[in-house]
């Protein structure tokens, strides 16, 4: 430049071409120029070429307003170009001209040719001419490039991007101070060595803040967005367009994919994207960060960005891409045509279900599949795959995918390989009648045997939602000769249960033996939570809370909820479960929690499965005294359909329970009664699962009915699932309840026995009342008094509210007052001093603190009753008390169990 300058100065005309990308400094160069030139006498002319200032002979008007000699003159006169350069060598003859011109590439076409004439006129003169041009951009007239090379005084600057040690030297400068690698090279890959971009980053964050490797991403909107925008606009209409190509194609952005996109030519393509490389804001042919990617699509409107992605998508498709690229702009585009469309977004949505990715990607692909099919039994099929998906985020939408293709299965028209993955979706919905319904028609389309005859085949569509193979016959056998207190026994309560419909509820079933339970926790811990493997792994859980495991199945719960965090509807079906264990081990308060997280997990969107977490707690609530609540919460709306659904079971019990604790003894046994018909229907008469022959029992106690309740218990106790503990220990309470008074203490014993096994403290609590009861009517006051006690705090324990006052009436509020108060303090100290108890002494003072007499502690440990005596002795003196009825009421079931 100033070599230039000199050569003007000395009467020789000189041209300095400043080019390159835009933001790259050429405007900072001119400017240098200008203020050069000035500070040694020239005089200065500025003008520049401007995308919006399309007059002819703008930029010359502009000039000549500028020289003194033309000062006041009618500008709307423009003299001819030989009088125009005459013009600037008559001014030049006093004083040095220098003529500076940005962007070039932009000036009016008149103009230019004025331009033109001067280079060729000009040769001895005190001129000179200082142009920016942009280096990619086409020019209005290429001849004055080339008539640019002919002058002897001309010089081509190239204005590149700064590299990295440039951009760190900027900072330096900016700074103040040298700026840490980590900054300094995070900024140059953002601005990509532009320094328009880079000094947009510095004004949105102040350097000195940042002295570690990371820097904030660009905010949109922000200075950075703006100054990136500029760049585009001024780099012409062809790298506006193909930066908007480069940016919907993402990755996936080669020259000739961003030329078929763009719709422009191979020779304008590779232009622009130099124009684009050149400025920094691409590398590699793809923008160096998302918020430059934002920044372009944001300046699109929402119809032109729908197209391009839409016409993306085929591009892709014909190019043979992975479906899941095609299908991500058949999304963006929201629309999708034709049966390539379809199929790319089955494959992709297939890809990310098979790598366990985002199901709302997987749902997003198949509902924009299913718009753009145009085939019914596509539309079918992608209504399967939308239910089975669906569950993990939205269980009301998964079930009203099904409607379609259960019309169609009605109409005949659904296909034998659908119509099973139909029942399976029908199966883990809990729509156990319309399952049947799918499996009677693979059954009759396939001209197979009946389902549930080839149970061990590839043929049964219910195989994998099992975590283990089920037994041939799920159903307990059903007594014979049993009455229904109302005298009848509806025929759909009676009939045989068909194949189909013991498959289909085989699943809300469970396995029956020890070997079976501990195969299936080797299952859970084998086993990772994907979309194949849940339905097993619910059904795992499942049998641990229905076959006396429901400490593991919390556990297990617990385990597998934060791996489903991503998926509502699959915690909140671990949530029901973990609710249901909770409620098995007396701990209502958690019970209702878990159920309320299980529902709050899907909301609105819950559908049929809502019943489920909300049957349980509502037991919950009815057992701690909380009617108000319930009465609230069954006010809700419950549809009709909810009768053909499996979670209608619970509900019924739920309800019948809220019934008896408020008095309502016939509606109670209404709800049971109606539970027990639906579940004989389906083949899920299971006790240990639905114990409502026991509700029923206890509803018609409290009717005065003891003959039929005793019908009801006795039955429950000749159910093979009578083997399990929670089971038998409630049966055998209420089984004493239907006995002569002398009968029960020793069903009631055993019930506690039971129940003590089992972990459930609530259950336990409501047995060892019956028996303080019975032992008070029958003159044992001091155990009564022990047993009573024992029960009191159980219930306490549990929050059972209702139970603590009916034990112990007007203590609810509070621990128990004696009239003793160093009692209390006595239980508190003694709480931990426990441990120092043996293995014996804990055995024999478990026993005699649920009000065992030494001869019954005799027995049952077999010891004699000496032994007994000696061990309560030391036991005592370890302590620190005199009575038996001082004993501590926080002893571990460990040790209860130890004494069974």
């Not at 029956?512 to 501990?518: I, K, L, P, V, Y």
């Amino acid at each position: 430049m100033e070599k230039a300058l000199d050569s003007c100065f000395s009467g020789t005309a000189s041209i300095v071409l400043l080019e390159g990308a835009v933001g790259c400094g050429r405007t900072e160069l001119l400017q240098y120029g200008a203020e050069l030139a000035q500070e040694r006498g020239a005089r200065v002319l500025r003008g520049a070429g401007t995308e919006n200032d399309t007059r002819p002979h703008g930029l010359v008007r502009h000039l000549l307003a500028q020289l003194p000699a033309a000062s006041g003159t009618d500008h709307r006169h423009v003299p001819a170009a030989q009088e125009f350069t005459e013009l600037l060598k008559e001014s030049a003859r006093t004083t040095p001209l220098v003529l500076c011109v940005d962007d070039l590439q932009q000036a009016d076409g008149p103009s230019l040719a004025y331009l033109l004439h001067l280079t060729r006129a000009v040769r001895r003169a005190r001129i000179m001419l200082v142009l920016t041009d942009s280096l990619h951009e086409r020019a209005e007239n290429p001849v004055l490039g080339t008539e640019l090379l002919r002058h002897p005084g001309f010089v081509r600057v190239r204005v590149e991007h700064l590299s990295a040690q440039g951009t760190a030297a900027l900072l330096r400068e900016h700074a103040g101070h040298p700026v840490p690698a980590g900054p300094a090279e995070r900024l140059h890959a953002l601005s990509g060595g532009n320094p328009l971009l880079l000094r947009a980053l510095l004004a949105e964050q102040p350097l000195p803040t940042y002295e570690d490797d990371d820097w904030p991403s660009p905010e949109p909107g922000g200075p950075f967005t703006k100054a990136l925008l500029t760049c585009l606009h001024r780099s012409g209409p062809d790298a506006r367009t193909l930066a908007s190509a480069v940016a919907v194609l993402g990755e996936d952005a080669t020259e000739e994919l961003v030329a078929r996109l763009a719709g422009t030519t191979s020779s304008a393509t590779r232009h622009g994207l130099a124009a684009l490389r050149s400025a920094g804001l691409t590398r590699d042919g793809r923008f160096s960060h998302p918020a430059a990617v934002a920044a372009v699509l944001d300046d699109l409107t929402a119809t032109e960005c729908r197209a391009l992605h839409g016409r993306a998508a085929r591009i892709l498709d014909e190019c043979g891409s992975r479906a899941a690229a095609v299908a991500g702009h058949l999304l963006a585009a929201g629309e999708g045509e034709g049966e390539w469309a379809v199929r790319a977004l089955h494959e992709a949505a297939r890809q990310s279900l098979v790598a366990d990715d985002d199901s709302r990607y997987v749902v997003a692909c198949l509902e924009l599949a299913r718009r753009a099919s145009e085939d019914e039994r596509s539309d079918w099929e992608l209504g399967l795959r939308l239910s089975a998906v669906s569950w993990r985020l939205n269980p009301a939408a998964a079930e009203q995918y099904l409607a379609g293709p259960l019309a169609a299965l009605r109409a005949e028209r659904l296909g034998a390989a659908a119509a099973g993955q139909l029942a399976r979706l029908l199966v883990t919905q809990g729509r156990i009648e319309e399952a049947a319904e799918a499996l009677e028609y693979v059954t009759r389309a396939s001209g197979s045997a009946a389902v549930g005859s080839v149970r061990s085949t590839r043929e049964d569509p219910l195989r994998e939602l099992f975590a283990l193979p089920p037994a041939e016959d799920r159903t307990a056998p059903q007594p014979g000769g049993a009455e229904e207190p109302a005298g009848e026994q509806p025929a759909e309560a009676a009939r045989t249960v068909s194949p189909e419909l013991r498959s289909s509820a085989s699943l809300w079933t469970h396995p029956g033996t020890e070997a079976d339970e501990e195969a299936i926790v080797r299952l859970l811990e084998g086993t990772p939570l994907a979309h194949s493997t849940f339905d097993p792994m619910v059904q795992a859980v499942r049998t641990l809370v229905h076959t006396d495991h429901p400490d593991r199945a919390v556990t297990w719960c617990r385990t597998l909820r934060p791996e489903a965090s991503q998926a509502p509807g699959w915690n909140a079906v671990f949530g029901h479960l973990q609710a249901e264990a909770q409620l098995r081990l007396g701990d209502l308060a958690g019970a209702e929690q878990q159920a309320t997280a299980a529902m709050d997990a899907v909301a609105d969107r819950g559908g049929l499965f809502l019943f489920g977490p909300a049957a349980t707690r509502v037991l919950a609530q009815t057992a701690m005294g909380r009617y108000d609540a319930v009465a609230r919460q069954l006010q809700m709306t419950v549809p009709e359909e909810l009768f053909t659904n499996v979670y209608s079971l619970n509900f019924l019990r739920a309800r019948g329970h809220y019934y008896l604790a408020t008095h309502r003894h016939k509606a109670a046994l209404g709800e049971f009664l109606d539970a027990g018909r639906l579940a004989r229907r389906w083949g899920l008469d299971r006790p240990q699962q639905l114990p409502w022959r026991t509700d029923a029992a206890e509803a018609l106690l409290a009717l005065g009915e003891h003959r039929q309740a005793e019908r009801f218990v006795l039955e429950q106790l000749a159910s093979p699932d009578a083997r399990s503990p929670r089971l038998r220990g409630v049966s055998l309470r209420l089984r004493a309840a239907t006995t002569a008074l002398r009968q029960r203490p020793k069903l009631l014993t055993r019930a506690v026995d039971e129940l003590r096994r089992s972990g459930d403290r609530y259950e336990l609590a409501r047995a060892l009342a019956d028996l303080g009861r019975t032992l008070q009517m029958l003159g044992e006051g001091s155990r009564a008094q022990m047993v009573t006690r024992r029960a009191w705090h159980l219930a306490a324990q549990c929050g059972a509210v209702p139970l603590a006052e009916q034990i112990l009436p007007g203590q609810s509020g509070g621990e128990r007052k004696t009239n003793t108060p160093s009692k209390e303090r006595t239980e508190t100290a003694v709480a931990t001093d426990t441990d120092q108890l043996s293995e014996s002494e804990k055995r024999v003072v478990s026993l005699a603190a649920y009000g065992y007499t030494n001869r019954e502690i005799s027995a049952k440990l077999y010891i004699t009753v000496s032994t007994v005596e000696q061990h309560l002795t030391r036991v005592y003196r370890k302590l620190g008390i005199t009575r038996r009825q001082e004993l501590p009421m926080d002893l571990h079931f460990e040790t209860l169990e130890h004494s069974a």
